[in-house]
């Protein structure tokens, strides 16, 4: 039984903001203050979803209200930046979804406006909190692996459905997939190795995006060195169809260490190793599918949302910031400004000369991910 204080959320954005609110509602430490989105018939459809709850179209309603306590936001990538920027100013504790931004450019005011609210930042990089993703990561911190040799992640997801107008003509212009579909296994290497040094990457625009009207690669292959020497591999295809799945899963990380290798797979609840003096194995879970697909299918996998909410209020009541927080989520951006630096260059790039252009100066995180039973 948590002995957790209950934090009151407000939703901002209702379509992959469905699994916010389901998480809310079945996490103990939770409830729902408030949802809201322009569109006045995605919150009527909510609440016939999800049971009655106050709701809004106007964004500063939400941020006026008392008795909220964290804004949960889930607005295209662009509109992160402003609308976390309001949330600090309004005094509430903020979770943004992944890409924490899709450029830097706003990073020290974002830093500048938590630091002067003395509220937490953390950012629902939800592949971090999958069943698959946190046993390799508790095989990882009991030392299973050895010392690290090589960390290769990817996420290929066939996103056609995302360029064809979803966000309307002019965000989809500047759709990013750097950040859209990159912050995922990006930020899936930086857990392992906090530090990268240096980033090189090739790109290229899918005839599909190219003909969507985006701008920037969609197709990327990137080769990363962290500053102990750690070598890594980033890879992310979003324009074509995704391989078969009983071949392939949509999201890897792969470890590679002195004493065993390991592959934890998304969305397929799996996860293989291979260590020194052991049978090697696959680990499945699959009586927590309707834990986290709990919409049928994979769409909208609400229960790695419900494990970071969760992991956010216990955070919150030990003292901790929550993981990743902004700092560290600013510290991936930068990696993935380096990426695509490199991609127009054709150069590596440097991630430290990227914090200093930007002027975004962070500490590296003290506390790591953990969750109650
Ligand atoms: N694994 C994940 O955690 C995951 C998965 C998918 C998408 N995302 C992220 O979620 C975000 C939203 O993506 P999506 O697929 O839900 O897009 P979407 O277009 O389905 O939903 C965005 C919603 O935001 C609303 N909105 C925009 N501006 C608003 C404003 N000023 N006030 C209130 N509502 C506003 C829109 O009306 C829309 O309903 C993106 O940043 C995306 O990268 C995260």
Same mark, same amino acid.
């Given at each position: ?68 306590? %964290?804004? &949960?936001?889930?607005?295209?990538? *662009?509109?992160? !930046?402003?609308?976390? @920027? #309001? ?111 240096? %980033?090189? &990457?090739?790109?290229?625009?899918? *005839?599909?995006? !190219?003909?969507?009207? @985006? #701008? ?158």
């Amino acid at each position: 039984m948590s002995t957790t204080p209950i934090l009151r959320l407000g939703g901002l954005g209702l379509g992959e903001g469905r699994s916010v609110i389901s998480a809310a509602l079945s996490a103990p430490e939770w409830e729902i203050g408030m949802i809201c989105d322009l569109d006045e018939g995605l919150c009527r459809e909510r609440c016939r979803e999800f049971g009655e709850m106050p709701w809004t179209r106007n964004y500063a309603e939400m941020l006026g209200r008392d008795d909220i306590d %964290v804004i &949960a936001i889930y607005t295209p990538d *662009p509109l992160h !930046a402003p609308h976390m @920027l #309001q949330a600090l100013e309004a005094g509430k504790h903020v979770i943004c979804t992944k890409p924490l931004l899709d450029d830097l450019t706003p990073g020290p005011a974002l830093l500048q406006a938590q630091r002067a609210s003395g509220k937490r930042v953390m950012v629902g990089q939800s592949t971090r909190f999958v069943e698959s993703m946190m046993r390799q990561r508790a095989d990882f911190e009991a030392g299973r692996f050895g010392k690290l040799v090589s960390v290769e992640a990817k996420y290929i997801h066939d996103h056609r459905n995302y360029m064809n107008g979803k966000w309307g003509p002019e965000l989809t212009k500047t759709m990013n997939w750097v950040y859209l579909g990159l912050s995922h296994p990006v930020d899936l290497v930086r857990w392992y190795l906090p530090e990268i040094e240096e %980033v090189f &990457a090739y790109g290229l625009l899918s *005839p599909f995006a !190219a003909k969507a009207g @985006l #701008q920037k690669a969609d197709s990327l292959h990137a080769v990363l060195k962290s500053a102990d020497g750690v070598i890594a591999q980033v890879t992310g295809i979003y324009g074509v169809p995704e391989h078969h799945p009983d071949r392939d899963a949509l999201k890897t990380c792969t470890l590679r260490g002195t004493c065993g290798t390991s592959t934890s797979d998304y969305p397929q609840l799996r996860y293989s190793r291979n260590l020194d003096g052991h049978q090697p194995e696959w680990i499945a879970f699959p009586e927590l599918n309707d834990y986290y697909y709990r919409f049928g299918g994979y769409m909208h996998h609400a229960g790695e949302f419900e494990n970071y909410l969760r992991h956010f209020a216990q955070a919150l009541a030990r003292g901790e910031s929550p993981q990743p927080d902004l700092e560290d989520g600013l510290r991936t951006v930068a990696v993935m400004k380096a990426l695509e630096r490199s991609v127009e260059s054709g150069t590596p790039v440097r991630v430290a000369e990227i914090l200093r252009e930007y002027n975004v100066f962070c500490t590296y995180p003290t506390n790591d991910f953990t969750l109650d039973p």
